[in-house]
């Protein structure tokens, strides 16, 4: 529990940090996007001063030329392109007043250019109408005199505020280089601590992970051993169990023929009939133990030869009726004509063995059991019906486990390997088991084993899966 809530509080720090360091390269990145647009938005307004001065120069030049073309050639023409010019240039003026409203030095220098090119103007105007009304020669050089003097101030102060607005334009430039790269490095460092954080809580999160599976396993391992002790446990104290009983019978029975006293005949053979039914149980219950533990090593096999099924099941009724009390009744019922198959006579020995047994042991007395012998095509069917306790629907799941004996039992005695070995068997068969029971009212084993038949084949044997039951008369 403790390390589930250091893994919680793991991941929501971790998520915290990605989501901190997230939010402050977006803000960083907004504030650099920010100060891009208004970079963009002073380049721009820079290069729109730069070129409405070069406008004012280019129009100042247009006003020189057509006062000059007017005065030389008398052209009216020239005339109205002065007119013109000296018209266009205030707005213009006007335009850059606008552009450099937020910039003192330039609107100072603007406002000397004003004066320049007001009186510039002035001085063509004046030069125009001495022109007109009387050429007057030293008039004219000092009106020249001082239109030279005024060129150079204002390619003066054009010249510094070029140089003023491109100086502008490169720190800008620079500027938005530099915050462009910020830009970059922020998002590209933000995007490498966000998955260097997600990548260690992800690797955290897999080792815990790891270590989570690694205590599982080791649990499940834990328990499987526990499991298996507590199986061996069981085995052991099964086998004492049931050893017990019979090898005190047989002791029980030696000691009385040897003590010396004189039994009639019938107690002399009830005693040897006891030791007899002692020692069949014991050599059934090595033989069920002998029989899983070679399944499940892989040395058990199936070795199917043809047999008399009829013949062999009454020698079984008659086997088991020899070592019982006869108290309970077994009738064998064919429903077929066909009465050999190919089958392991041993293991089916165990499998018909075991379920009589059963039928047996937990029938009361005086009770009647059905075994009947079937075919179907391409197998045989065993049936075995009694009128004995029954079985929980919620344990016939688990009815074919070693050592699984079902609640409702009581003080009957047995091991709880039978069934396991019927199912062990049956499946060497390559067959099936249902069971159909009601407590109280009685069980019912249904076996179908598929018929294999051997086939000479140039020399060799083999098998192959016969499409009905092999029968001979």
């Known amino acids: 529990m403790l390390k589930r809530s250091l893994e919680r509080r793991w991941i929501t720090g971790g998520f915290g940090i990605v989501l901190l360091i997230m939010s402050f390269a977006s803000y960083v990145s907004h504030q650099n996007s920010v100060r891009l647009i208004t970079s963009a938005n002073k380049v721009r307004r820079t290069n729109e001063v730069l070129k409405t001065l070069t406008s004012v120069v280019s129009t100042l030049t247009d006003i020189e030329a057509g006062r000059r073309g007017y005065i030389l050639f008398g052209d009216l023409e020239e005339l109205d392109r002065y007119n013109v010019s000296i018209r266009r240039i205030y707005p213009k003026l006007n335009k850059l007043r606008r552009l450099l409203v937020n ?277 045989i069917v065993f049936q075995i019906q009694d009128q004995g306790i029954g079985i929980p629907s919620e344990e016939l799941q688990s009815l074919y486990e070693p050592f699984q004996r079902s609640s409702n039992v009581g003080k009957i005695v047995g091991s709880g390997l039978g069934l396991a070995v019927v199912k062990t068997c049956v499946e060497l068969h390559e067959g099936h088991i249902t069971v159909e029971s009601q407590v109280g009212v009685g069980t019912t084993f249904v076996i179908t084993i598929p018929q294999i038949v051997a086939v000479e084949t140039e020399g060799e044997a083999a098998l192959e899966v016969s499409q009905g039951v092999s029968g001979s008369s």
Not at 187 to 210: A, D, P
Request: proline content about 2%.
């Open 103 to 379: 910039d003192a030095e330039q609107q100072q220098r603007l406002a000397e250019l004003d004066i320049l090119i007001t009186q510039r103007v002035s001085l063509y105007r004046h030069s125009t109408d001495l022109f007109r009304d009387n050429w007057d020669e030293a008039s004219h050089d000092s009106i020249i005199a001082q239109v030279k003097q005024n060129k150079r101030e204002i390619r003066r102060i054009v010249s510094t505020m070029q140089a003023e607005e491109e100086e502008q334009l490169q720190r800008q430039i620079a500027q938005s280089q530099r915050g462009f790269q910020l830009r970059m490095l922020i998002e590209f460092s933000g995007t490498l601590l966000t998955f260097t954080v997600l990548f260690s809580i992800f690797g955290l999160l897999y080792r815990q992970m790891l270590k989570r599976h690694q205590a599982e396993v080791l649990q499940h391992a834990l328990a499987q051993e526990k499991e298996l002790s507590q199986l061996k446990l069981n085995f052991f104290s099964m086998v004492s169990h049931e050893f017990r009983t019979p090898l005190s019978v047989i002791l029980g029975a030696v000691q009385l023929l040897e003590s010396g006293q004189i039994y009639t005949e019938p107690k002399k053979l009830r005693n040897l009939h006891r030791i007899q039914s002692s020692a069949r149980l014991m050599t059934k219950l090595l033989t069920d133990i002998l029989t899983l533990t070679r399944a499940e090593a892989g040395k058990l096999e199936c070795q199917p030869t043809l047999i008399d099924v009829e013949s062999f099941c009454l020698n079984l009724i008659e086997d088991i009726q020899s070592t019982t009390e006869p108290i309970h009744q077994i009738k064998l019922i064919n429903h077929g004509e066909q009465t050999h198959a190919y089958l392991d006579e041993k293991l089916l020995y165990s499998i018909l063995g075991n379920l009589l047994s059963n039928a047996i042991k937990y029938s009361p007395e005086g009770g009647v059991i059905q075994f009947s012998l079937s075919s179907q095509p391409g197998a």
